[in-house]
């Protein structure tokens, strides 16, 4: 059985001895002072990564026989998203709008979104192949930010009379907000959990990825960015140890190793690792480095999140039998065989809303629905999640 532990343990311990260290650097957390934090000053949510935010952009690949969008296309909203329902940005867009008093629903934000299911940071990297596509999944670095530079000038397609994509004044640096969650693929099956990295690959080029992700964007003009962290992925279903009711073989992995402490465990690690390079590393690029002058990071801590949601579901979730330790929490709604040729919706007291997730790895709709409400209180300098920089 392959196995990474030795190279995370190492990392997991030289980030425990910097963790610890009195030279660590301080947290700014009182965004209040700094008025670029409040929704009122955005107009458009750029977000970029993986299923945890795609709506509809892997289902263009797949309908259109692997081919990207051309430069202009921007995709729809969709109900059926890897969550079973709308997913988080589209909601940040419903919860930062308003009704006008003729009743009419007015948004705040227009939505980029360049996510698509399947991607991980860069494919020279951790390349997953995803055969309906014949190709590698769309990455963040080689496809999702060269698909948003495309689509910087670019006159929206089918619009008469010709409207730029990107309204004049949408992408000026104080209206344009850039929000990057990417990791679950990085960090799991056919990637690093299971040495499928390009050979010599390590975590640390994961990470250093995510921040040539925003050296693209910085340089493309962006100024305001939310870096979204990795999830506990060792409490979704796919990577629980037994204890925690985690799955078997599964759609997501069909041959699943039998030792699901020793998966749990390796994901536990891998993810609180990064995390830890995150939180350090990315104050030292902006207050020590100065990598990025003149603009504006938040951490959003959905690492956290998801945990408080674990641990006290009753306060996040609806509908009966929510509880700590419950079906609510480790359990999940969409249960499909290996093959993934039948698929069964399974009702927590006859609601969706009762369960954090909504397949072996995805978040709910329900889930989305929180990260949401956080993602606002994000963008408005508020969230207990974030820290500001």
């Not at 796919?238 to 402490?261: C, F, I, M, R, S």
Request: proline share 6%; charged share 15%; aromatic share 12%.
């Amino acid at each position: 059985m392959l196995s990474c532990t030795g190279t995370i343990g190492a990392l997991a311990l030289s980030l425990l001895i910097t963790s610890t260290s009195s030279t660590a650097l301080p947290r700014h957390d009182h965004p209040s002072k700094n008025p670029v934090w409040s929704v009122s000053n955005f107009r458009s949510l750029i977000t970029f990564g993986d299923s945890y935010t795609d709506e509809s952009r892997l289902g263009w690949f797949i309908n259109h026989n692997g081919t990207a969008p051309v430069a202009g296309t921007l995709l729809p909203e969709s109900f059926s998203t890897a969550g079973g329902g709308r997913t988080w940005p589209r909601y940040v867009v419903q919860y930062t709008g308003e009704t006008s008093s003729g009743g009419e629903w007015n948004p705040a934000l227009t939505l980029y979104n360049y996510a698509v299911s399947g991607a991980v940071c860069s494919n020279e990297i951790t390349p997953r192949y995803f055969k309906l596509v014949n190709a590698n999944f769309p990455s963040v670095l080689e496809y999702e930010i060269p698909a948003f530079l495309a689509d910087m000038p670019a006159t929206q397609v089918n619009s008469t009379p010709a409207t730029p994509l990107y309204p004049a004044g949408s992408l000026a640096p104080s209206a344009a907000v850039y929000a990057l969650w990417i990791g679950t693929n990085d960090l799991g099956i056919w990637a690093f959990l299971t040495d499928s990295q390009v050979p010599g690959k390590v975590l640390a080029d994961y990470t250093s990825c995510v921040y040539a992700v925003f050296d693209a964007l910085y340089a493309a003009g962006g100024r305001t960015f939310v870096l979204m962290n990795t999830v506990p992925l060792h409490l979704a279903p796919l990577y629980a140890n037994d204890t925690l009711h985690g799955v078997g073989d599964n759609q997501y992995w069909p041959e699943k190793w039998t030792n699901h402490t020793q998966v749990a465990e390796i994901m536990h690690e891998a993810t609180s690792s990064v995390n830890q390079i995150f939180r350090f590393q990315t104050p030292f690029e902006v207050l020590v480095a100065r990598r990025y002058p003149g603009a504006h990071f938040a951490i959003f801590d959905t690492y956290s999140l998801v945990s408080d949601i674990y641990d006290d579901p009753g306060r996040y979730l609806n509908g009966t039998g929510v509880e700590a330790g419950g079906e609510s929490v480790w359990g999940y709604e969409n249960h499909c065989t290996v093959d993934q040729s039948e698929c069964v919706k399974q009702q927590n007291g006859s609601n969706p809303d009762a369960f954090l997730w909504y397949d072996e790895l995805h978040p709910s709709e329900q889930a989305d629905r929180i990260i949401a409400q956080n993602f606002v209180e994000v963008l408005d300098g508020t969230s207990k999640y974030a820290t500001y920089y």
